[in-house]
């Protein structure tokens, strides 16, 4: 029956490429052209082969199915491009549809045009009857910039990421790739890039391949597989322009993520944080055993706690700030895995002083958050240390049993949460959803990592530093693609630096976070000597609600 089946499979191959040869050797040489102002397409049976703008090239090659399973080490080669069949359907004015047919693999590309843009929608079938397709790519285009282009594409070296992991690692989203999109631009003209998709994939447009100096190339990369005889489709989009500002040619990413995303899923405040981080070794002793920094800090102690919130609740509650968060608030810790997966269990003498601060923290008007580490879990290593695996996002056990820490939390009275390593993975995304929907749109959480989609989750952590040289204070990473992408965003946001060694000529740093509507934590110990000044300056961007004023 196996080798029955097996001939059928190569009769009905076969029939195919006949079928390829014979309904189209008409087709197979002609050129579509789609234009727009000065933008020009030419798609023929090897896919977008020309792209002119003014009637000057400024791209050239081909669109098809690229092997990369010799670049990334995965089992291949895939296919043999001297054994491919090629030919062109024209369907209307502002649609064509190329065939590409190998022995083991079928690919339709349907080129929708609209203005400047052109959608790829891709068919992709595996015609074998035993070897899986182990990853799918997409690409041949070469744009010739003026000079090396700026913008945003990933393009390390195939034996960095060989090296340090696999392929699927570096996609989109992840510590490398935290924006879907991507695009190119000199002075004369940009290309952007987005994919297209339903739900969570991860995707990468890689610009490694075929690349040097002010020759670009782009390949979108799915890390997927496709089963013996399975079929999937994939689609992306290519905006070319001489419109060069990164917005608009990042506008047509920004439509598919509001559509495929949606909106934020928390309710916004802007107000000023505080923050708590004062344990350590260095400081534990028989008289400190969970090395709290000075007696203020020692919420071991009920004199301590006292003196805690004495220290912290009237600046931060003159400031008009909303709350402070917690790390550490267990002290240091002799097992290690800091900071902890299991954030809900506390030692006795600090557990029966928390009622009492979070009461007075309340009572101001005021809340208090607790440091989290949502994507491990914490396992015995020796009798001595403790490590960290990953949780795995897909098993609904796993995602209760985090929950069950946020809840006994909550009910304590914590109501914000600081997410450590944490965030800018998409099986990060997936346990943020969750969590999200479990917990509601009223508790702040910020994430120590990013990337685009979980901000539509969570808000972020972050830490920006000065450069004394040129006088200029840093951003978040991809902090204005982020606003532009998702809308307003909450932070948490530390300051790397002495604030009392700036520069008089420089703008105050406060003022710099406001106006880049970042919001300031501010160390416990620092809240009430900088209160009247975060207070005055605060007012000026932020309104009683903890909103931006005019809309910022």
């Known amino acids: 029956m196996e080798r029955v089946y097996r001939k059928r499979m190569e009769i009905k191959k076969y029939l195919m490429i006949f079928a390829f040869l014979f309904c189209f050797s008409l087709k197979g040489d002609e050129v579509f052209k789609h234009?727009?102002?000065?933008?020009?397409?030419?798609?023929?049976?090897?896919?977008?082969?020309?792209?002119?703008?003014?009637?000057?090239?400024?791209?050239?090659?081909?669109?098809?199915?690229?092997?990369?399973?010799?670049?990334?080490?995965?089992?291949?080669?895939?296919?043999?491009?001297?054994?491919?069949?090629?030919?062109?359907?024209?369907?209307?004015?502002?649609?064509?549809?190329?065939?590409?047919?190998?022995?083991?693999?079928?690919?339709?590309?349907?080129?929708?045009?609209?203005?400047e843009d052109v959608k790829i929608d891709i068919k992709l079938e595996n015609l074998s009857a035993e070897k899986e397709i182990p990853i799918v790519a997409f690409g041949g285009l070469k744009f010739y910039f003026s000079k090396n282009p700026e913008g945003i594409i990933f393009s390390h070296d195939p034996g960095y990421i060989n090296a340090n992991g696999k392929i699927e690692d570096f996609c989109h989203p992840s510590h490398f790739v935290r924006i879907g999109g991507a695009y190119l631009k000199d002075e004369n003209f940009g290309f952007g890039l987005s994919p297209y998709y339903k739900g969570f994939k991860k995707t990468l447009f890689y610009g490694w391949i075929n690349s040097k100096g002010s020759e670009r190339s782009f390949t979108y990369i799915v890390p997927e597989r496709i089963a013996p005889e399975e079929t999937k489709k994939y689609s992306f989009i290519l905006r070319v322009s001489k419109?060069?500002?990164?917005?608009?040619?990042?506008?047509?990413?920004?439509?598919?993520?509001?559509?495929?995303?949606?909106?934020?899923?928390?309710?916004?405040?802007?107000?000023?944080?505080?923050?708590?981080c004062s344990g350590d070794f260095y400081h534990s002793s028989i008289f400190n055993p969970y090395g709290f920094n000075g007696p203020s800090r020692r919420i071991d102690l009920e004199e301590g706690a006292k003196l805690f919130c004495e220290m912290v609740i009237p600046g931060l509650k003159n400031a008009n700030g909303q709350g402070i968060i917690l790390w550490?608030?267990?002290?240091?810790?002799?097992?290690?895995?800091?900071?902890?997966?299991?954030?809900?269990?506390?030692?006795?003498?600090?557990?029966?002083?928390?009622?009492?601060?979070?009461?007075?923290?309340?009572e101001a008007g005021l809340k208090i958050g607790l440091a989290t580490r949502p994507r491990h879990i914490t396992y015995r290593v020796n009798w001595r240390y403790d490590g960290v695996i990953d949780i795995n996002p897909n098993d609904i056990e796993h995602l209760n049993m985090l929950y069950r820490r946020f809840k006994k939390t909550i009910d304590m009275g914590f109501s914000a949460f600081y997410l450590d390593s944490f965030g800018n993975k998409l099986e990060d995304v997936i346990v943020m959803k969750f969590l999200r929907e479990k917990i509601g749109p009223d508790i702040p959480t910020f994430s120590e990592h990013h990337c685009d989609i979980l901000l539509i989750y969570s808000g972020i952590y972050a830490e920006i530093g000065f450069d004394f040289k040129n006088k200029k204070?840093?951003?978040?990473?991809?902090?204005?693609?982020?606003?532009?992408?998702?809308?307003?965003?909450?932070?948490?946001?530390?300051?790397?630096?002495?604030?009392?060694?700036?520069?008089?000529?420089?703008?105050?740093?406060?003022?710099?976070?406001?106006?880049?509507?970042?919001?300031?934590a501010i160390p416990d110990y620092l809240i009430g000597s900088y209160s009247e000044e975060l207070k005055i300056i605060g007012e000026k961007y932020i309104d009683e609600k903890g909103k931006w004023k005019g809309g910022k």
């Open 243 to 276: 419109n060069t500002d990164w917005k608009y040619l990042l506008s047509p990413y920004k439509e598919f993520f509001k559509s495929n995303f949606g909106d934020i899923q928390y309710n916004h405040n802007f107000k000023i944080w505080s923050q708590f």
């Open 473 to 520: 204070y840093s951003l978040p990473t991809y902090w204005e693609v982020y606003k532009y992408l998702v809308g307003e965003i909450d932070s948490f946001v530390i300051l790397r630096f002495d604030k009392n060694q700036i520069p008089k000529d420089v703008e105050n740093p406060f003022e710099f976070l406001f106006k880049n509507n970042l919001t300031p």
């Open 328 to 362: 550490a608030i267990s002290g240091f810790e002799p097992r290690g895995a800091m900071f902890r997966s299991d954030f809900d269990i506390f030692p006795p003498e600090i557990e029966k002083n928390i009622p009492y601060i979070i009461k007075k923290f309340n």
């Open 35 to 115: 234009r727009y102002e000065e933008i020009e397409y030419n798609v023929d049976k090897n896919g977008i082969s020309l792209i002119l703008i003014d009637n000057k090239k400024i791209a050239e090659g081909f669109l098809g199915f690229i092997d990369v399973s010799k670049i990334f080490n995965i089992e291949g080669p895939i296919i043999n491009e001297t054994e491919c069949v090629k030919n062109i359907e024209i369907l209307s004015e502002k649609k064509v549809k190329v065939n590409h047919l190998y022995p083991n693999l079928k690919l339709e590309f349907y080129y929708i045009f609209e203005k």
